[in-house]
């Protein structure tokens, strides 16, 4: 039986917050936006059990950006001291918060939204947190002096964070490091050991979830860049698969990452991206399968699990629901293949 899960995030309903929109605002305030999250994140389990989704999460129904819903929690970012800084290796441009003091966790972040999700499904749950690099990557740093170090400071409260989370029945804690992809040579450098301190004392599976971005312009144009063949992967990832985390998520739905790289991550379980978020167009339930088939050359079938190449966040609800039906039946099309 092939294993099925989602990345992270999936739109939020219209009455919500803004379709198709990153960091769209909140339509709702108070004790009603509170409700609405709930009410969303519940719409989103159910649609992933009916899709024969093994795995499932909140679909970020609780926080705006992946990164920031994280830092808004965190003591000692002035938020009113915002910095222009070019992200991901200078990509593209955001407008970022600063770090001005040595940073806090004030209390629990996501420990209300997990307890509410966990009582109401019986499936396996998976929350995503921000890994520490793409955390430093995401804000402007005025009192650390050093990446290594003001990663090493917030994997700290990242770790705080998740040991709460697995005590609520987290089944899988994931860290999104899209930024590993950026600062490859810094992965092997430190990258991993801030993970490993962010993990640390886990008993609960953990995952990293790295990426080539979301379908964003300077995103593609980026990707356009790269040649034919996208080999970063493999610069970092005898580090990935030398390292504590159990699990790596990657995209190979219309991706160039040439598969065999996934043959470098011999000691990890492997979340195989067979749905590609760049684009609206549905999967049929047998691209789907011939994805994860394409997969099982380099990945034991008891080492892949399906999953979406990155956030569903900016589609359109029904493209997202839509992709992820065809994500469960085609896991289960191939988990018949192989009896
Ligand atoms: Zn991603």
């Given at each position: 039986m092939i294993t099925t899960t989602i990345a992270g995030s999936l739109p939020k309903p219209s009455w919500l917050a803004t379709p198709e929109k990153l960091w769209a605002p909140w339509k709702l305030e108070g004790d009603a936006l509170q409700e609405g999250q709930q009410?969303?994140?519940?719409?989103?389990?159910?649609?992933?059990?009916?899709?024969?989704?093994?795995?499932v999460g909140d679909g970020e129904q609780f926080r705006k950006h992946f990164v920031h819903g994280f830092l808004e929690h965190i003591d000692g970012i002035d938020w009113d001291r915002m910095t222009t800084m070019g992200i991901r290796d200078d990509r593209y441009?955001?407008?970022?918060?600063?770090?001005?003091?040595?940073?806090r966790r004030t209390g629990s972040v996501h420990g209300a939204s997990t307890r509410f999700c966990r009582q109401r499904t019986r499936h396996k749950l998976k929350m995503t947190l921000p890994g520490p690099?793409?955390?430093?990557?995401?804000?402007?740093?005025?009192?650390?002096?050093?990446?290594?170090?003001?990663?090493?400071?917030?994997?700290?409260?990242?770790?705080?964070e998740a040991l709460e989370l697995e005590a609520i029945g987290v089944d899988v804690i994931q860290f999104d490091e899209p930024a590993f992809n950026?600062?490859?040579?810094?992965?092997?450098?430190?990258?991993?050991?801030?993970?490993?301190?962010?993990?640390?004392?886990?008993?609960?599976?953990?995952?990293?979830?790295?990426?080539?971005?979301?379908?964003?312009?300077?995103?593609?144009?980026?990707?356009?860049?790269?040649?034919?063949?996208?080999?970063?992967?493999?610069?970092?990832?005898?580090?990935?698969?030398?390292?504590?985390i159990d699990q790596v998520s990657l995209e190979c739905a219309n991706s160039r990452v040439p598969l065999s790289v996934l043959g470098m991550l011999?000691?990890?379980?492997?979340?195989?991206?067979?749905?590609?978020?760049?684009?609206?167009?549905?999967?049929?339930?047998?691209?789907?399968?011939?994805?994860?088939?394409?997969?099982?050359?380099?990945?034991?079938?008891?080492?892949?699990?399906?999953?979406?190449?990155?956030?569903?966040?900016?589609?359109?609800?029904?493209?997202?629901?839509?992709k992820l039906t065809a994500l469960g039946a085609g896991a289960a099309l191939l988990s018949k293949e192989l009896g």
């Open positions: 009410d969303a994140a519940l719409a989103w389990i159910k649609f992933q059990e009916d899709a024969g989704i093994d795995i441009d955001a407008q970022v918060p600063t770090v001005t003091s040595a940073v690099m793409t955390i430093c990557d995401t804000i402007a740093d005025a009192h650390y002096g050093s990446r290594p170090a003001m990663a090493m400071a917030f994997a700290e409260l990242l770790n705080q950026a600062f490859m040579s810094q992965v092997g450098e430190w990258g991993v050991d801030a993970l490993h301190r962010a993990a640390e004392g886990l008993k609960c599976k953990t995952a990293v979830h790295i990426c080539y971005g979301y379908g964003i312009q300077e995103n593609i144009d980026w990707k356009n860049s790269l040649g034919e063949e996208w080999r970063q992967y493999e610069e970092f990832f005898p580090a990935l698969n030398d390292s504590r011999k000691d990890k379980e492997v979340l195989v991206g067979a749905i590609d978020v760049a684009c609206h167009d549905i999967e049929t339930p047998e691209q789907v399968a011939a994805t994860l088939r394409a997969a099982l050359e380099f990945v034991d079938p008891e080492r892949l699990i399906a999953c979406t190449n990155c956030g569903m966040a900016p589609l359109p609800r029904a493209v997202a629901e839509g």
